[in-house]
């Protein structure tokens, strides 16, 4: 089939490399010519396992293409996604001026019948909108091509975002007609043979589906850590908490862990986007709104720590930073924790060194010439002349660091951990003393 993809951000690169993987002839559109030029030498912008290769093979082959030229995009693909970035307004609601900008540009350069597919994450409505804007833009050009507009949102997680498309729990699409039903089924046919894996239904549910998946997800996180900071001030371990209700099948072990907040493109968006489309329809999402604000506070959690250890007086004091993208496998810095812990320290005036196995160039851009940043080429370079230790993401290469270095190089032996990766006990062998999220005593009764 041929398909053309506009947006080559993560879903897009993702969706149209994963698609040219399987045979399907695919175009990738973006109005970034640099990124354009880039990605035909198999230059990756993001960081994504496995993205690479598959990206690089399938150009060789000519079945993956890229380009500038929107006529040329629109005329290639029967199928038309788009999947470009919905970021958030002021007011939190998803801001669809590229969607809605790609969907003219459709209507303009339409000569045949064509699939329209929102792979963003957009509210509920938006089809019906992009259908408008379609066909205002056909009628001003005297054009009656029939055109079908279909949401088939995406569940990738980045970092592992290859493997969630070739091996999807499920995809959602949402259509009333039969013809675009039709296209989808082959088009989704290679990752759909040993058993049914599409979900057809309407358009506004499977717009709603993405939302609801995604609060949910958000939901069990903000619920975790409300628990965990609870934990604190009992004198319970949240990891004993989290494995006695996650043996519980209809609860179960993902997405329960505590920590120092959500972050990412995905659920901060999605649940704001979700409050504001709520609001607009009269309905007051307490929860969502819930969701938000612990998630919010949890970003504060470990700079709260750090402050009460040394006694509110953090001038002067150097931070050792293990962590900066909001979680492992991906150099995303979008709405990370390890921001917000950062900025109230300088403005405490203390400093960071900090190291990323990935993430170090995406600081280095939000962060040029900050002063009382300092990026470590290592785990240990950070360390050196420290007064603490920090975590903030939980990279395979922190779960088992060497304690006697760790002890011997800060100033001061404590270590503070927004991902529960240690026991105290080990660490308090090598007289390290321990903060964690939800764990041991609450900390105001430590001291
Ligand atoms: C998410 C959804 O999982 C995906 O289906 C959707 O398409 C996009 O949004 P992503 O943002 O890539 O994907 O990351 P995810 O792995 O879901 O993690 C999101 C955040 O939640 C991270 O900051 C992570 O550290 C945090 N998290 C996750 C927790 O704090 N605890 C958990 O138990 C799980």
């Given amino acids: 089939m041929r398909i053309t993809i506009f947006g080559t951000g993560y879903v897009g690169l993702v969706t149209g490399a994963c698609l040219a993987e399987v045979g399907h002839h695919v175009m990738c559109m973006d109005v970034d010519q640099n990124k354009i030029d880039r990605l035909r030498q198999g230059i990756i912008p993001i960081y994504e396992p496995g ?3 598959i990206v690089s093979h399938n150009t060789e082959s000519g079945r993956l293409q890229f380009t500038t030229d929107v006529a040329e995009a629109v005329t290639f693909g029967d199928l038309q996604f788009i999947a470009v970035g919905t970021p958030s307004d ?7 001026k590229y969607v809605l900008a790609v969907a003219g540009s459709i209507g303009e350069h339409m000569d045949e019948y064509k699939v329209v597919i929102d792979k963003s994450t957009v509210p509920v409505g938006t089809a019906d909108k992009v259908r408008n804007t379609i066909s205002e833009k056909l009628k001003a050009r005297g054009v009656s091509t029939e055109f079908d507009v279909v949401s088939n949102p995406e569940f990738l997680k980045e970092g592992a975002a290859v493997a969630d498309f070739m ?5 959602i699409v949402g259509t009333e007609t039969e013809r675009p039903r039709e296209l989808l089924r082959e088009l989704y046919y290679p990752f759909n043979r040993n058993h049914e894996r599409v979900l057809f239904m309407d358009v506004r549910s499977a717009e709603l589906t993405k939302y609801a998946a995604n609060a949910m997800l958000a939901t069990k996180i903000s619920f975790m850590n409300e628990i965990a900071n609870l934990a604190e001030r009992l004198g319970a371990d949240i990891e ?4 006695g209700i996650g043996s519980d099948p209809r609860i179960g072990y993902h997405f329960i862990y505590p920590g120092c907040g959500y972050g990412g493109s995905c659920f901060p968006k999605d649940v704001k986007a979700l409050a504001r489309t709520a609001h607009e329809y009269d309905y007051d999402a307490r929860l969502m709104n819930a969701v938000e604000a612990v998630n919010n506070s949890q970003k504060y959690v470990l700079f709260d720590k750090v402050s009460h250890y040394f006694k509110g007086d953090l001038n002067g004091k150097t931070v050792a930073l293990w962590g900066l993208s909001f979680k492992p496998k991906t150099d995303d810095m979008r709405e990370a924790p390890s921001r917000v812990l950062m900025e109230k320290l300088w403005a405490a005036g203390a400093s960071v060194q900090a190291f990323d196995p990935e993430a170090m160039e995406e600081t280095q851009k939000i962060y040029p010439d900050q002063p009382g940043l300092q990026l470590c080429g290592t785990k ?9 230790l920090v975590i903030c993401t939980e990279w395979k290469e922190f779960r088992s660091p060497d304690f ?5 190089a800060i100033r001061f032996p404590v270590v503070f951990d927004g991902r529960n990766l240690y026991d105290e006990q ?11 999220i939800g764990r041991g005593l609450n900390q105001f009764d430590r001291t």
Avoid at 90 to 96: F, P, Q, R, V
Avoid at 404 to 408: F, L, T, V
């Fill in 51 to 53: 993205l690479e290769p």
């Fill in 90 to 96: 002021e007011d939190g609601s998803a801001d669809l």
């Fill in 167 to 171: 091996k999807p729990d499920r995809i």
């Fill in 240 to 243: 004993n908490v989290r494995r």
């Fill in 380 to 388: 240990e370079q950070a360390l050196k002349g420290a007064d603490c």
């Fill in 404 to 408: 006697e270095q760790i002890a011997a």
């Fill in 426 to 436: 080990m660490l308090g062998r090598y007289g390290l003393s321990y903060y964690a």
